[in-house]
């Protein structure tokens, strides 16, 4: 993330379009560079697989679910959580199935449900952090908001977790994981 900011920021300033595909392509030749055994980190693969997912997928999810369910105010916000989350989704299944043998069923139900929550629990945390820096400054009410956003996102995790059918038990060999990303390609 830092490598792909880094590169648009740099393309702003030289009054260049960023190009999220160069940025991402970047970003994997540093980290392999700096790290070749990074490679094998399922997070680093499963970080690079959901933003290639959501570069190469979501605009046109998210035209398709905006044309069922409306563009405008609640309904594209709507529609553009839940093309992300399906993008990102689609593109982590295979290597989720490859390396856990396991895919959840109810991952876009938790992550829609969540959605509202995110985004404030994550500029909380962070104006936390910033204000952090600042000795003696009470924190306690920011942190208390911000706790609350993090629970609801916990117990949506949790609610979505205890069925006994969100969870089904899958084998994905290498060549069934390059035919998975073959397929989604197409």
Same mark, same amino acid.
């Given at each position: 993330a830092g490598v792909m900011g880094a590169a648009?920021?740099?393309a702003t300033l030289a009054g260049?379009?960023?190009?999220?595909?160069?940025?991402?392509?970047?970003?994997?030749?540093?980290?392999?560079?700096?790290?070749p055994g990074v490679a094998s980190d399922i997070g680093w693969q499963l970080s690079f697989a959901a933003v290639a997912g959501i570069?190469?997928?979501?605009?046109?999810?998210?035209r398709a679910i905006a044309a069922?369910?409306?563009a405008g105010g609640w309904r594209g916000a709507l529609a553009e959580g839940a093309a992300v989350t399906i993008a990102a989704t689609l593109a982590t299944a295979p290597l989720i199935a490859f390396h856990f043998e396991t895919l959840s069923?109810?991952?876009l139900v938790a992550n829609l449900l969540a959605m509202p929550a995110v985004a404030p629990a994550m500029w909380l945390g962070m104006a936390t952090a910033a204000a952090a820096q600042v000795p003696g400054l009470p924190l306690g009410?920011?942190?208390?908001l911000d706790a609350l956003f993090l629970a609801y996102i916990a117990? $949506?995790?949790a609610w979505c977790a205890a069925p006994g059918w969100a969870e089904v038990h899958v084998h994905l060999d290498g060549a069934g994981l $390059?035919?998975?990303?073959?397929?989604?390609a197409a």
């Open positions: 648009g920021v740099l260049r379009r960023a190009s999220r595909l160069y940025a991402l392509a970047l970003a994997l030749g540093v980290t392999l560079a700096v790290d570069f190469v997928l979501a605009q046109p999810l998210r069922r369910v409306g069923t109810t991952t009410a920011i942190n208390g117990q $949506v995790a $390059v035919a998975s990303y073959l397929c989604l």
